[in-house]
């Protein structure tokens, strides 16, 4: 394509092969007309369907105001596949600039994609395929002002989205930045049949309320990879989902199997206004540098989260956040000041650094007669090593777990407590882990299996069998769901619950805690608690709370102001507990444990005994 200004309404490829259309890059510019009643302007520049090894490369396309740029898509039993686009320059406004349809081998390298600010529900570049790649491409939103500032963006959506049913994509070294969606979409929602009016299901773009049941999530995303991309000052999350559906009238999420989300920048999204969470999603929804529905085999390392969502006054925000993950490993991050410090009149919605709403151990099915049980194959529920966490309001760490949790070498600050909280739950200022697997010590986890099945939750039956294996989602949030241990280690950590200088008086329960029907182990833990005595009054009640059918306590430094706390730890493991060679401030309470003979609190020091030799003993 020689340079020049080409004005064409719709180039078409349809069941064509071994194909080249290259230009001479910005000289060579296509050009889609103005919109008419006609019917002029609506289709894509460029529409690739049914046809096999297509490059097209090196030009400039400008699509109209609805239409996409360049749409690659199958219509009848043709593939899509063996598609490269690359080096385009692609202007485009209410529809993807870049949009592909159930493709194969895709590769969108190298392209500048710059959407209006006009009101639309498409992406800069949507994605439904197998064996994609999208690499070292810019997706800027310009807003009326002719900038990619995105302060001045309120409209355009902006962003990549990775469709359902998609499988193998790779989003690598891309520069995202501006738009009022999220930075990187997974999933997609279809108008079901019955509602739409045609009588099949249609793609659509973004849904500002799914709840309707008016759309649905069709199929899973498989073996996604997002590595080295900046992802910059877009009005949702970072990387999130199409959507979030109530739990409590519909079983619909979307769903990942093997996500890895690496050595990505996440700043200052989370910058545009955002939905309330209503009572009812509270539990099934969240926003954050990254918001994620339900994965299997998760993986988020060396990622730099930081800056989201500073200027949003109420509205709840985490680093990190995730309904329902099975096998999820977390290590690596730095996870800083994403959301403000303060908020007197607080939104409901999860709030912290990292916030698993649920994680589960990876399961395989054990035979049991005619029943197959699920069981842990071996992969722990959730391990979170080596990250950086300053969360300015909410924990640094919250976690619900069914399975083995792993919590090692973190550094976890929490500078803030929701100050109009009624639950005992956001009374807990830094860390807080529940776990709900059991010991097999007294082979509880076989026995509160085979209760469920006296108690109609599990059957000989297939179907009811399935269920008792386990379904996507929270099905699974549940005693006796899995023959899967509660292991909780705790090691290496600096733990600090800083509130100097808050302007309210904070009543705090618990700075770290944890509690497990199996093993805790917490060791050479250093945990501060920074409380105010000047600007106002803070008080902790139990800096560490530890409970467990066994806890061992060891090797750890607790620090409180000495006005602030009369307790630094309360242990209580109720089979076996351990506490030895702790150092406090305060008294340590270590609970005897039900059987005689299995309790040791050996070698521990105590700054401060108020009232003398035997205060601290006084308390248990």
Known sequence: VLPGEYHEDNIVIHNLHNIIIEGCATRSKVISPIPTGGGAGTAPVFHVTDSTSIRIASLEIEASDIANGVLLEEITTGAVQDIELHNLHVTAATRSAIEVHLGSNIVIQNCHIDMLDKAGDWPGIFVAADRAVIKENSITVTSGQGTTDAVAVSLGRGGIQIGNTSDDVRVIDNLIQGGIGNGITLGSLTAVATANGTGVAQWVGWVDDPSTGAYESIGMLYD?????????????????????????????????????????????????????????????????????????????????????GESRDHEPLCGIYV???????????????????????????????????????????????????????????????NNVVVQPLGKALSVTALGPVSVTDNQFTSRGVISNAESLASRVSTVSIINLGISDELYLQQLMTFAAISQGQASSDPATAAQMAGQDGLDDRALGRSLTSGNVLVNDNQIVCDLLGTPVNNLILSSVLILSLDDIGFHNNQCDCNLDLISGYDLVLFPIFLFGLSVRLSDNRMKEGLLNALISAFSWGLFMNTATNNQATHCLIIREAALPDRTIKNHNVVFIDPTGSGFCEGLL
């Open 224 to 308: 996604i990879l997002i590595e080295h991309n900046r992802i910059l000052d877009m009005g949702l999350n970072g990387i999130g989902v199409a959507a979030f559906f109530n739990l409590d009238s519909v079983d619909d999420f979307i769903i990942v199997e093997g996500l890895d989300i690496s050595e990505n920048e996440i700043r200052g999204c989370l910058n545009q206004p955002l939905a309330l969470i209503e009572d009812d999603m509270v539990g099934s929804k969240g926003y954050g540098g990254i918001a994620l529905a339900d994965v299997e085999m998760l993986s988020i390392q060396h990622n730099v989260i930081e800056g989201n």
């Open 323 to 385: 309904l329902h993950a099975e096998g999820a490993e977390i290590s690596d991050n730095r996870i800083i000041n994403n959301g403000p410090r303060i908020q007197q009149e607080s939104s409901p919605g999860p709030r912290a650094g990292i916030f698993i709403e649920f994680a589960i151990a990876p399961t395989t099915p054990l035979g049991m007669g005619k029943l197959p049980f699920p069981r842990q194959n071996g992969v722990p529920a959730l391990t979170v090593h």
